[in-house]
């Protein structure tokens, strides 16, 4: 079992910045991605930003390119999103998740990010 501990987020207004973070704990090696998620109200879950190892370049979503860098911390275990520029359409509850192949194997709570305009 792999737990997922998420922080950061909050309210901001517009343009402002927010870091999210993530720590695992548990079973760490079962998983060789992780994953940022985000649901707005009324909306789908859509994948927002993610790292794997293999040396492969992350992926972001076209709506956060250019604004959001996922990173990670390999020594304690802890994935980041430095989200800058924010706009009210970021807003949503933001979920990290740790993946094996492209497959969601383990989700952490949840943290509210609110950006008013």
């Known amino acids: 079992q792999v737990q997922l501990v998420e922080s950061g987020g909050g309210s901001v207004q517009a343009g402002g910045s927010l870091r999210l973070s993530c720590a695992a704990s548990g079973a760490t090696g079962t998983y060789n991605c992780m994953r940022w998620f985000r649901q707005a109200p009324g909306k789908e879950r859509e994948g927002v930003a993610h790292?794997?190892?293999?040396?492969?370049?992350?992926y972001y979503a076209d709506s956060v390119k250019g604004r959001f860098t996922i990173s990670q911390d390999n020594a304690n275990n802890t994935v980041y999103l430095q989200m800058n520029s924010l706009k009210p359409e970021d807003t949503a509850v933001y979920y990290c998740?740790?993946?094996?192949?492209?497959?969601?194997?383990?989700w952490g709570q949840g943290t509210q990010v609110t950006v008013s305009s």
């Open positions: 998740a740790a993946a094996l192949n492209g497959v969601v194997r383990y």
């Open positions: 790292t794997c190892t293999g040396g492969r370049s992350p």
